[in-house]
């Protein structure tokens, strides 16, 4: 059964620096990997899709790699800024019919001003 | 805009009182999901859509009923609701299964007295 970690599971950090958030994951059988965004009381934001073929993905200050022999991903946050803080989520999309989205359970950023 | 409608925000009800939750989506996107979202069990999949007239269950469907009559509308409905069934409730689309990124909705906090 496919299970997803993420480490850590909260992170504070001054603004400015440049910090990473990690995904793993226990099956490489994955179509693609997502990270999410999520505000307090909101929806999930999507910030990158990788997929499974792909090494990396890159958004303005956002850059999110792959390396699904090991099962990991790496959310990269460059110039962080205090409207970076949120709680950040990853899921992978296992192959095969019918297979349900499995969701990391998050690591709560916070850039402080 | 393109986005993921649902409907409403907040709701209070008592057990046993049926109860539908609607989700609505304008990107004619194909595929659509319910989750779940409780403190230290992250998100979980409820119910799945790959398309109309074809729905299917996801981790955690005891309690719940989808259909897919037409191609933007996705309601949830709980039949007779429990006190466990209290929690913050996501809709997301995507345009296919395989290949695209996961839209979220801002989610219904659903309280069971």
């Known amino acids: 059964k496919q299970e997803v970690t993420q480490i850590p599971a909260a992170l504070s950090v001054p603004e400015g620096e440049n910090l990473v958030l990690n995904c793993s994951f226990t099956d490489s059988a994955i179509y693609n990997l997502q990270w999410f965004r999520q505000d307090p009381g909101k929806g999930l934001t999507s910030l990158l899709l990788?997929?499974?073929?792909?090494r990396e993905q890159t958004s303005g200050r956002l850059n999110a790699s792959l390396d699904k022999s090991s099962g990991r991903s790496t959310l990269y946050i460059a110039a962080s800024q205090p409207g970076d803080s949120a709680t950040y989520l990853c899921?992978?999309?296992?192959?095969?019919?019918?297979?349900?989205?499995?969701f990391g359970p998050g690591t709560r950023l916070s850039v402080l001003p | 805009e393109a986005q993921v409608t649902q409907n409403p925000r907040y709701l209070i009800t008592v057990t046993g009182k049926k109860l539908t939750v609607t989700c609505s989506q304008n990107m004619n996107h194909e595929y659509m999901s319910w989750y779940r979202q409780d403190p230290g069990l992250g998100l979980r999949q409820i119910y799945y859509s790959m398309n109309v007239e074809v729905t299917d269950k996801g981790d955690v469907p005891e309690g719940y009923k989808v259909s897919r009559k037409e191609k933007r509308n996705f309601p949830l409905i709980l039949e007779s609701p429990s006190p466990n069934q209290t929690s913050l409730y996501f809709c997301a689309s995507g345009q296919g299964y395989y290949n695209s990124p996961l839209h979220f909705g801002n989610g219904t906090r659903l309280t069971v007295t």
């Open positions: 899921a992978v999309r296992p192959l095969g019919y019918g297979q349900n989205f499995v």
């Open positions: 990788i997929q499974s073929s792909q």
